[in-house]
């Protein structure tokens, strides 16, 4: 019996291995094929010749991106956009995670306000009411239109609060027997051992906002304003290529091989920060998703 349970083990992790292995392909292909359409000659791509490969390798594409200055402010923007969305997110995520963490008799309004947050997940003023409220506060044309209305995400708080309801209740009594009080603990103690929750929050947010165009596109009303995704999304419905003709060698560009290049490039960061925040992603979404 116990010989045929582990065979049939074997078999299904043999399956769940091959079926993962070929979700993997499915989702690499397009990336590669994007990126070898990128790096080939317009002849090869309007020939319809490119598979996986490039064929007449040519960096021309990349070198007019890199020399463009509407992509060089679109990823400035997209940066900016970045470091303060995750440090202002993470901030009030924290201070909103911590103490409703805590039980009823800690914290006496901690069910009301857990009610309010789920609320909102399910129900939402929509984006006319979300316009009006950005352009009252005199936030449009600003980087704080792409920062400040995304800045409470309760899904992350979820996360958080769970983790630190999770965390043995003798760290913070034992703190508070010592002197200490809820900042040092929080501070101190609860966070130090959050990392894999702040890692999985930390990425959620960061593609959040590096995916992000159609904000930019509502809320800027000048295009040197756009973050980078708006950008490239304009640029791929209406493509401008005014600027080929300062370029030192046009037969090796199209419009074609600009837009794979332009979209490569905005992939490359989010692609490498992953790596770094990957070992803590799937301990900080198991631990987090338990509820105590």
Excluded at 73 to 79: D, E, H, K, W
Excluded at 86 to 97: E, H, K, M, R, V
Aim: aromatic share 12%; proline share 5%; with cysteine.
């Amino acid at each position: 019996m116990g010989s045929r349970a582990n065979r049939s083990q074997q078999i299904a992790n043999i399956i769940i291995s091959a079926a993962m292995t070929l979700l993997g392909i499915v989702c690499l292909l397009p990336i590669v094929h994007v990126l070898a359409f990128s790096l080939s000659s317009p002849a090869a791509a309007s020939a319809g010749k490119i598979a996986l490969w490039p064929i007449e390798f040519t960096m021309d594409a990349y070198i007019y991106v890199i020399n463009e200055p509407k992509f060089g402010r679109a990823f400035l923007v997209s940066v900016q956009r970045i470091i303060l969305g995750l440090s202002i997110s993470t901030l009030l995520t924290i201070l909103t995670a911590y103490p409703l963490s805590k039980e009823s008799a800690q914290f006496r309004p901690r069910t009301f306000y857990a009610w309010f947050f789920v609320t909102t997940m399910l129900f939402g003023g929509g984006l006319i009411p979300t316009y009006i409220i950005v352009r009252s506060y005199g936030l449009m044309d600003t980087i704080w239109a792409l920062v400040l209305p995304g800045a409470v995400q309760v899904f992350n708080i979820t996360l958080m609060l769970n983790f630190f309801r999770g965390l043995p209740k003798e760290l913070g009594e034992s703190a508070f027997v010592d002197g200490a009080d809820h900042w040092t603990t929080l501070f101190r103690i609860y966070l130090p051992l959050s990392l894999p929750s702040l890692a999985t929050i930390s990425l959620f947010t960061m593609v959040g906002h590096w995916n992000s165009w159609f904000d930019g596109l509502i809320y800027m009303n000048r295009a040197e304003h756009y973050p980078l995704q708006t950008y490239l999304q304009t640029i791929i419905t209406k493509p401008d290529m005014s600027r080929v003709s300062n370029f030192t060698d046009v037969k090796n560009i199209t419009t074609e091989t600009v837009k794979t290049a332009q979209i490569i490039i905005g992939m490359v960061p989010i692609i490498a920060v992953y790596p770094f925040l990957q070992r803590y992603f799937v301990k900080g979404i198991v631990l987090g998703s338990v509820k105590g």
